[in-house]
């Protein structure tokens, strides 16, 4: 059964930074695109970003030149580095592996906070 994990959320100043990890096991981790998506209360979930299983990668607007997504095979596991952190960026953030014909599978996500 695939299984994704979230950590490294948490509280932390405008201007600051964060990075998210999400461990992978129970999938071929490598075939499927890896993403990040947000959800602020009240708001739907959206896509923040994404990279594939050849490394190429996508961001939302609100979001490029301050975010970089990567990924470790070896390790099994994605990252979002966040940089120039904003208090709109508050919100959960999910881990999500999707691929299409299988199965996908989403994180239980984890709490960003941007305050001062």
């Known amino acids: 059964q695939g299984q994704l994990v979230e950590s490294g959320g948490g509280l932390v100043q405008p201007g600051g930074s964060l990075r998210l990890s999400c461990a992978a096991s129970g999938f071929i981790f490598n075939i499927y695109t890896m993403a990040w998506y947000r959800q602020a209360p009240g708001l739907e979930r959206e896509l923040v970003a994404s990279?594939?299983?050849?490394?190429?990668?996508n961001y939302a607007d609100s979001v490029k030149g301050r975010f970089t997504i990567s990924r470790d095979n070896i390790k099994k596991t994605v990252y979002l580095r966040m940089n120039s952190l904003k208090p709109e960026d508050t919100a959960v953030y999910y881990c999500?592996?999707?691929?299409?014909?299988?199965?996908?599978?989403w994180g239980q996500g984890t709490q960003v906070t941007v305050s001062s």
């Open positions: 990279v594939n299983s050849i490394g190429s990668t």
């Open positions: 999500n592996a999707a691929m299409p014909t299988r199965k996908n599978y």
